[in-house]
């Protein structure tokens, strides 16, 4: 066999073994009878052990979710209404522990036309930089002097996505 074959063959083979030892009983056993005779005859297999309670319960994990006090839409540049330009941006922006916001990347899933593209980023940023958020917390099990356990709460920085869509309608702007 080439070189190559002999691993790839090695790692099917443990991989089937492996699986074999993973099969699961069967529903019932075959068990030799205490008569004595040659007959066999099926019983049902043991029931399984019940779970076990857990030792102390453990809290919930809180969902981190992004609360927005703010979060204007960007204005249409006036100077692209006459083109009647549509394009759709994609932001990541990152909440910083105070709430405020600062956009990390901006990507054109549809560009404007290039005239236009700085005046269309410029006004992204100027909205992105009055976004006000309720900053994300994050709950730190701690053990108490007691035995329990308590919970300190960390604010935490947290990434955001929007995606923003810009067209003319009836010679109106529009954003969504």
Avoid: N
Avoid at 48 to 68: H, K, L, S
């Amino acid at each position: 066999m080439p070189r190559i074959v002999r691993p790839i063959v090695l790692i099917v083979v443990l991989a089937l073994a492996a699986g074999a030892c993973r099969r699961q009983p069967p529903a019932t056993e075959v068990v030799p009878s205490l008569a004595g005779s040659a007959d066999l005859e099926l019983l049902p297999a043991p029931e399984p052990p019940p779970p076990r309670p857990a030792e102390r319960p453990r809290p919930a994990r809180p969902e981190i979710a992004i609360t927005t006090l703010s979060q204007e839409l960007p204005e249409y540049p006036a100077a692209a209404l006459e083109d009647r330009v549509t394009c759709t941006a994609r932001l990541l922006y990152h909440i910083q522990t105070d709430g405020s916001a600062d956009l990390i990347r901006l990507e054109w899933d549809a560009a404007p036309p290039e005239q236009h593209v700085a005046a269309f980023e410029a006004s992204i940023d100027r909205t992105v930089e009055t976004w006000k958020f309720v900053p994300a917390i994050r709950l730190i099990p701690r053990q108490a002097s007691d035995g329990g356990q308590t919970y300190e709460s960390k604010v935490i920085p947290k990434a955001g996505r929007a995606l923003i869509r810009f067209r003319v309608e009836e010679g109106k702007p529009v954003v969504e």
